[in-house]
Structure formats: C-alpha cells, structure tokens
C-alpha cells in the first residue's frame, strides 16, 4: 500500500499565490510516501514545501521553472509500477493522447503523468495510463482561463491502482477514484 | 499516644542486609542467608536457585499434569537439581536449610499438582497455595496463571474447548484487525459490486471516474474514516514498537538479534497493537508493555508444545484479563477519580499509616516524600521494575493469588515493602529516601510476602 502524489502547474508566484486552503489542510506529512510533480511550480519555496510532505520528491523542468536543472522527463518504480513524468509542453500537439502514448512508449513506464493543460484527464490505451493532475491551484494555462484546481494520488498496492482524484469546485473539495489493474500482456517486449 | 510498631516488626529477622547480595540481572532469585536466629519461627519459604531455564526441564521431566503418579519420582529428581545448582561459598545456607526448603517447595509443588489434576479444580486451594509461591518447573505456573486469571475454566474437561475457542477468536482478531486500508476498501468494493469489471474491458479511451465508497480517501481527515484512523495507529504502533525494544534488555528472551528474541518481540505488538486497536480509549500507554513480558514469558516457556505454539493467544487474554482491574490507572482522566491512580496511592498511605504510624509520618511529614514519586511505579506497572525477573514472577504468583482481584494484596506488597527498609527510611532524609524508594534494594521476597501477608491478618483479625 503506497500512497503517491501527483500534481503540479501550481505557477506560484506568477499565477497563484499558495495552495488552496482546503488542499493543504489534507495534504499532512507522514501520509504519502513519493511525490511526482509535473514541473512549473516555479520556485524554490513551493519545493521545500513539498519536500516537507514527503522526502521523496520527483520533478520534471516545466517552461517557467526558476531551477532549471530539473530534467525533461523522469521513470521510477514503485512496487509493479513503473512510472513515467514529463511536464508535457515538449509533446505537440499539447495533450494530444496519441502523442503522449508515444511518449510513453519511449519511456517504457506503465503510467506516464504529464501535465501543462491544466485539465484532469485519465486515459488509457495499450502501451498504459496516461495522467493529468492538472494544476493543483487552478492556475490559467496557456490554453483556458477555466480551471479547478485539482490533484491526484495513487494508491499502489500490488498490480493494483486506485487513483483518487481531488478537484475543488465551487469551494468544495470533491473525490472520486478510477480503478485499474495491471495486465502481464502490457509492456510485453 | 499513636499506635506503637508491633515488635514482631522490630525483629532482626525481618531486617534485610543489601551487603550481603548484590542485585543478579540473571534469571536466578536470590536466597536467604539472614536467618540468623534460630528456628523459633517457621523458616521462610525460599524459592531456591533453578540450575536449569524452564524450557530444558521439560526434556527431564514429564508434565505433572498428565500424570499424578509419577510425582513421586520427579520429587527427587527436583531435590537433587536443586542440590547441585547450588551456588558454593557465597551462601551462609547450611545444607539443611536447603533440602528443607526444595522439600517444602517439592511437597507445594506436589499439592499444586495434585489440585490441578482433579476433575474440578478447587479454585480457593490452588488459590492458598499459589499465595506460597509456585514452583518454577514443569509448567505448573503457566497453567496456574491461566486459571486464576479466568482464562481456564476450573472444569477440567472444559479446558481444551475453551481453548480452541479463545485461540481461533484471537486470530480472527489478527485477520480482521491488521488489514491495511487498502485491502478494506477493495472488499468493500467488491461487496457493493460484486462480479463487476472495472476498467479491463476497455482496451483503450478515457478512463471514468466512479464514486468513491463511503467517502473513503486516503487523506479524508474525518473521525471515522478507515484511513484517518489507520495514520493514527501508525503513531501508536511506532511508540509500541519503540517501547517492545526496550523491554528487559538484559534479557536473551526479549532482547537482541536472535530469531527467538525477535519472534518475542513480534508477539509482544502484536498482541499490544491489537489491545490499542480493540480498546481505541485507552490504546497503548507505556508500560503495558512490561505487564505483559512476564505473562508472556511464563506462557511462552511452558513445556507443553501446543500451549507454546499458542501463547501469544493465551497472553493476549491472560493481559486484557490483569489490565481490566487496572484500566484506571492508565487512563489519565481518571486520575483524581475515584478509582483512579491517585486515590490508590492514598489508599496506600492510609494502609501505612494504620500499620506503622512512625514510618508514615516520617516519609509524608518530616522528609516530605510524596508517596506519588515511588508509588506511582510501583503500582502502575505491578512491581515488575522493582526486582529482577524471576523476584517479580514470585509476587505476581502472590498477587494473583488473591481472588479479589490484586489490587488490594499490591498495595498490602506496597507497604510491606515500605516496612522492610525502615530502619533506613527513618535514618534518611529526603533525597536518600527518595533514592533509596526508586531504587528498591533487593531483597528476600519470601520475606517481602511473608509480611505483606501478615499485614492482611493483622487488618481483617
């Protein structure tokens, strides 16, 4: 049972000041054991801020990252998994799937987070999952104005993932999972 | 003019010589060298030395149990253990004295035997004969302690039922409880929707978001949520974990690299993380985890291989069984109640003032030796840090045998033990008395018992 969080494109301090406040009430240190964040955070007080909530941190550079010695993609492995974290403004068309599923393919990972669109989206194709955090603080992106501020964490347990995600609308903080196993077929080379 | 110590307190023989022995850390109880007068009163009964760890006796001898008959022999077999263990020098004992004592401890061991093997139990015999010390062998003790904490009915024939039932209640407890929420929330899954594939048909698209079950998500922050309450027994289990460490240090049994102290101290949390997760209003304390290192232990070297086997099940209840008396004592908002720790402590005071009036005003009014400072422990933790390993399973012998319930023979051990020292109590000032009452000098605890006994005499007489 490992908990993983996803988020990123918070844009603070250029598009956001903070976090809301409901998402930082929840998101205590001692629950989550890695981070995967899609990058433009921007700067470095948001990183300590992460690093508090867990020591395991993982980003990838964003286009308006002040550290710019994050790397443009990132793999790890936890449990089955393996995943995959690309900020995803390097991938034209922007949150294109199909591209993304080649990006994924590249990397070699069974879920690949990307982000750069601001909008949640779950997709699942052969090569495996794609996930969008979207922004965590309802920053504007470069495509819309009209953002929920939203997150995701993982739990892994086994071959087994349950995706919870986190959206704030209308000043509620509303939850709901997607379910998914892990096929041995997949990833077969 | 207030009540004058009663000169069979005032007696030499009473009065233990730290000198002449110093604290073993070893398993084996100190004897008694200072029967210095002659036998003008019964000689205390002793526990002498055990040359051998209970878990080998088992290989040289058969379960009493089992076989009543064949007492006899092992008897001698006992006295000539007994003999040979003996430790050379050191020991003003005559030899007399010895066999005397592994005589009496055999003939007490013997009607242990004899009790147990009836049909029905006789409680209130088993009882007045525990009160005099059980034998270290044979698993005679464990089985004892089993029976005085209600554990085993006193029906003989409803024994193995009995056990069976309890054993498989406590893994079901193990099965149930130590599930991580993961696993709790995929059943509740599976139980709502039964049969139903989630996402695998689809081989590829948007993935759909679905309800989460009962509002259930790994940073819900309400009361009640598995998940909240899961991160909270984490802390506890830590601190339990911490605690199982520190327990007896000195001892191989529960402490080091060796599998067997390792496979103990699994025992010993998991049997704490169930108490903290089946009782959410007291949890873990520290401490608890000393009350239940010697039932474990004395459960855990029973020479029967199936009580072994189960005795991290026996343990679990024979210590739900000991702590329902004294809940109160670890509840902290039940400390100025009045069955709480404070009123206890009182209730102590007031038992030292009646037995000896002299001590009492000397510790409470002339040094000021608030009786909370050294009390507290004592009481709390059942005098398990008070005296070495093997001393401590004397007095729990002691203070189990009591069918009311230990509390009220504890604090009559409290005050005997306050008694013994007096002389250099009402010698001393506050700091050495207060140094002196953390730091219990050891001594003989047949003549700790003897006393604590006499003190119920003199109150009900």
Request: glycine share 6%.
């Amino acid at each position: 049972m490992v908990l993983v969080l996803a988020l990123g494109d918070m844009h603070i301090p250029h598009r956001a000041p903070d976090l809301p406040a409901k998402f930082k009430s929840m998101l205590v240190p001692g629950k989550i054991q890695h981070i995967i964040c899609t990058g433009n955070l921007c700067f470095k007080e948001v990183h300590d801020y992460l690093k508090t909530l867990c020591p395991d941190l993982h980003i990838s550079r964003g286009e308006y990252d002040e550290e710019t010695r994050y790397p443009e993609t990132k793999t790890l492995t936890i449990g089955q998994f393996k995943l995959g974290v690309c900020h995803g403004h390097q991938v034209i068309p922007w949150g294109d799937l199909d591209s993304l599923a080649m990006l994924q393919r590249q990397l070699d990972v069974d879920i690949l987070v990307t982000g750069h669109t601001h909008q949640f989206t779950a997709y699942k194709h052969e090569g495996g999952v794609v996930i969008n955090p979207g922004s965590a603080t309802g920053a504007y992106s470069s495509i819309t104005y009209d953002v929920n501020p939203s997150f995701v964490l993982m739990d892994i347990d086994g071959f087994r993932v349950v995706v919870y995600v986190y959206e704030l609308i209308d000043g509620e903080v509303k939850v709901d999972k997607i379910d998914f196993k892990k096929t041995t077929t997949t990833n077969a080379h | 003019m207030s009540k004058k110590v009663p000169d069979w307190l005032n007696s030499s023989i009473w009065v233990s010589a730290p000198s002449q022995r110093d604290r073993i850390s070893s398993l084996f109880p100190s004897s008694t060298p200072t029967t210095t007068s002659s036998d003008s009163r019964p000689p205390p009964l002793t526990e002498p030395p055990v040359p051998v760890p209970p878990p080998s006796v088992a290989s040289r001898e058969e379960s009493p149990l089992s076989s009543p008959t064949g007492a006899t022999p092992q008897i001698n077999e006992r006295k000539d253990r007994h003999g040979e263990g003996d430790q050379p020098a050191d020991r003003t004992l005559s030899e007399e004295d010895v066999s005397r004592q592994s005589q009496l401890l055999a003939e007490v061991g013997l009607s242990v035997c004899n009790a147990l093997s009836k049909q029905i139990v006789d409680m209130r015999e088993v009882r007045r004969l525990t009160a005099q010390g059980v034998p270290d062998c044979a698993g005679i003790r464990s089985t004892v302690w089993k029976l005085l904490l209600g554990y085993l009915p006193p029906d003989r024939s409803l024994w193995s039922s009995e056990l069976i039932k309890k054993r498989s209640q406590y893994n079901n407890f193990k099965k149930e409880l130590l599930i991580n929420p993961s696993e709790v929330v995929r059943r509740l899954d599976d139980s709502a929707s039964p049969g139903s594939d989630h996402s695998h048909s689809e081989s590829s698209g948007m993935l759909l978001r679905s309800d989460i079950t009962c509002g259930e998500h790994p940073l819900s922050l309400g009361k009640s949520s598995i998940w909240n309450r899961f991160f909270q027994d984490t802390e506890v289990i830590e601190q339990i974990d911490r605690d199982v460490k520190r327990t007896h240090p000195d001892m191989h049994f529960f402490s080091g690299d060796t599998p067997e102290a390792r496979s103990s101290q699994d025992a010993l949390k998991t049997i704490l993380i169930l108490f903290a997760k089946l009782n959410p209003g007291i949890r873990y304390i520290q401490g608890m985890n000393e009350i239940l290192a010697p039932l474990f232990y004395v459960f855990k070297n029973d020479p029967d291989a199936e009580n072994v086997d189960f005795a991290e099940a026996d343990a679990f209840f024979c210590f739900v069984e000991i702590l329902s008396g004294f809940r109160d004592n670890f509840c902290q908002q039940l400390d100025n109640s009045v069955g709480g720790i404070r009123s206890t402590i009182s209730k102590l005071s007031e038992l030292l003032k009646e037995h000896d009036e002299e001590l009492w005003r000397h510790l409470e009014i002339t040094t000021k030796v608030n009786p909370q400072f050294y009390a507290f422990r004592w009481i709390t933790l059942l005098l398990t840090q008070e005296f070495n390993f093997a001393d401590s399973l004397q007095i729990w012998d002691f203070l189990l045998s009591d069918a009311e319930g230990p509390q009220e023979t504890l604090l009559r051990v409290c005050c005997a033990m306050l008694i013994l020292i007096r002389r250099r109590l009402l010698a001393g000032d506050f700091t050495s008395n207060l140094r002196l009452l953390q730091n219990y000098p050891s001594t003989s605890i047949s003549h700790l018992l003897y006393v604590a006994d006499k003190l119920r005499q003199k109150t009900s007489g």
